[in-house]
């Protein structure tokens, strides 16, 4: 443990891979490792960025990471990307192609590319999300990108997890009403309406119906106006603005306020840790093994529906619930 909470402190990217491994695994047996790897790398107060990137399939999330992640690195950032890829639900198993999806960024000595899979994970991002950021920014990285599955109803627990929440979208997704998902909408810090190249009168269309539409909501944040910006990983316009909109988010007159923001991901992160085990540890009782094994039975069975099921299993458990719920 010893040599790898060093070997993690010097950069070390071997040493990095295995601490993200171990951070990852759902085995019982490196739950208690991979604690104490993390309250030996806890280091309060490391001043780093913390971006979310999510938006659609084939918005091109990976396209605008390769081309902005390689302009921040020869600008002498340390990067790290932390991609999500799905999993499928049949076999279990991801791709985990982004290292192919982002050749030259994942070849520059200022950055560390880990495609993970998102197994049975909601919200966009794996469950280990928030520990592997942590490693990344002991390991010194001073710029985290993380990347999505891809926007849907629950992408939102992505917010909970980085400073500024980026949502991309294509400038001919559709007006800014079927265009969008309002809860998405309104927790963007940025909007970037990618591909701008192909078609500029859509794009600056989009700009102005997306601008318009954010104008309805209620802002991500107190004092700070949801920029929406036109993009192009191809010919790399806006990039440079889209920085500057970050150096501007993350000026030093705003650190009280993502310090207060990150305390409140923090005991988020706890809360959610906390509903996790408690489930684990309820349902790995033996008594619970059992009764899950008879009234699972009775279910299928049709003896029985699964509302009332819930309340017999939590009546066996000395649980009540109110007839409201």
Not at 46 to 51: D, K
Request: hydrophobic share 40%; net charge negative; with cysteine.
């Amino acid at each position: 443990m010893s040599e790898l909470v060093d070997g993690v402190l010097r950069g070390d990217r071997r040493a990095l891979a295995r601490a993200l491994s171990l951070v990852e695994s759902s085995a019982e047996s490196d739950r208690d490792a991979a604690a104490l790897l993390l309250e030996a790398l806890h280091q309060p107060g490391v001043r780093s960025r913390r971006i979310g990137i999510t938006g659609a399939p084939g918005v091109g999330k990976s396209t605008f990471i390769e081309t902005w992640g390689h302009q921040l690195a020869e600008a002498g950032s340390k990067v790290a990307v932390l991609a999500v890829d799905p999993s499928s639900k049949r076999s279990g198993g991801s791709i985990l192609g982004d290292k192919v999806r982002m050749p030259k960024l994942s070849s520059h000595e200022n950055v560390f590319v880990r495609p993970s899979p998102s197994r049975t994970a909601l919200g966009g991002a794996t469950s280990s999300m928030r520990e592997s950021i942590l490693v990344c920014e002991a390991a010194g990285f001073d710029t985290i990108i993380v990347e999505t599955v891809g926007v849907g109803q629950s992408e939102s627990d992505v917010a909970e997890m980085v400073d500024l929440f980026t949502l991309l979208v294509l400038p001919n997704a559709g007006d800014e009403v079927q265009g969008i998902k309002r809860g998405i909408m309104e927790m963007a810090d940025a909007v970037l309406v990618t591909k701008s190249d192909i078609e500029s009168h859509r794009s600056q269309l989009a700009v102005a119906q997306y601008q318009s539409a954010l104008r309805l909501m209620l802002p991500s944040q107190p004092h700070w106006s949801t920029p929406v910006i036109p993009v192009s990983a191809v010919t790399a316009d806006g990039l440079n603005t889209f920085t500057e909109t970050m150096n501007v988010y993350f000026d030093t007159g705003r650190t009280a306020f993502i310090a207060e923001r990150r305390a409140t991901q923090r005991r988020a992160w706890f809360e959610s840790a906390v509903r996790e085990h408690v489930v684990l540890s309820v349902l790995s009782a033996p008594e619970v093994v059992t009764s899950m094994r008879d009234i699972t039975a009775a279910i299928d069975a049709e003896a029985v529906t699964p509302s009332r099921a819930i309340r017999k299993l939590l009546s066996s458990l000395h649980i009540t619930i109110s007839e409201a719920s």
